[in-house]
């Protein structure tokens, strides 16, 4: 008996991941940029910020969020981000901002999505309501915007595969 219940219970679970993995659904960020996450996502109501919020939550709890933040809100032009970009200060003003709710950076790199668009990739440990989870994300740089992918695990924990299939869905068509 037990191994029955223990068949339809990895039955259960695989055919879950399998549609994680498999039906994906491509999510317009903006003109020229999609990235493909495993469910519809919501529109966050960001009450009024600069950012455009898209998010969607699996079977385990696991979120998908992607964020889209125009600088030239700021008053910044293309121009300028070009130029500071890749700097120290400019990425140490990146994490102060990504961690002022109390979080912690675990981990850091920086590369080029696709060999072109240049990003940071921060891992970050917040505390919320007496317990703690860590999320990654990636910050791509792509004219004035900024592309935020965020992926935080859930119930399950970290699945590699799935944060590395949703960053790299990400496609720029210029």
């Known amino acids: 008996m037990k191994k029955i219940v223990l068949i339809a219970l990895i039955a ?3 055919s879950a991941f399998t549609i994680i993995m498999e ?3 491509k999510v317009n960020v903006m003109d020229k940029v999609t990235v493909e996450m495993p469910l519809e ?13 898209k998010r969607c939550f699996a079977s385990d709890s696991t979120e998908i969020t992607s964020v889209l933040l125009d600088f030239t809100t700021f008053g910044m032009t293309e121009e300028a981000i070009e130029g500071m970009k890749d700097t120290e200060e ?3 003003q990146l994490k102060m901002g990504m961690t002022q709710g109390g ?3 675990l981990g850091e790199s920086e590369g080029k999505h ?17 317990s703690s989870s860590v999320s990654t994300n990636r910050l791509v740089f792509y004219k004035s915007y900024l592309i935020t992918l965020r992926y935080k695990a859930g119930k399950n924990g970290e699945n590699k595969e799935l944060r590395d299939k949703y960053f790299n869905s ?5």
């Open 12 to 14: 259960v679970t695989s």
């Open 170 to 174: 990400l496609t720029i068509a210029e």
């Open 23 to 25: 039906d994906w659904k």
């Open 90 to 92: 400019f990425k140490e």
């Open 103 to 105: 979080g912690e950076i």
């Open 41 to 53: 996502p919501e529109e966050v109501n960001t009450n009024g910020g600069p950012q455009k919020v």
């Open 114 to 130: 696709k060999d072109k668009y240049f990003y940071y990739q921060f891992d970050i440990k917040a505390e919320k309501d007496g």
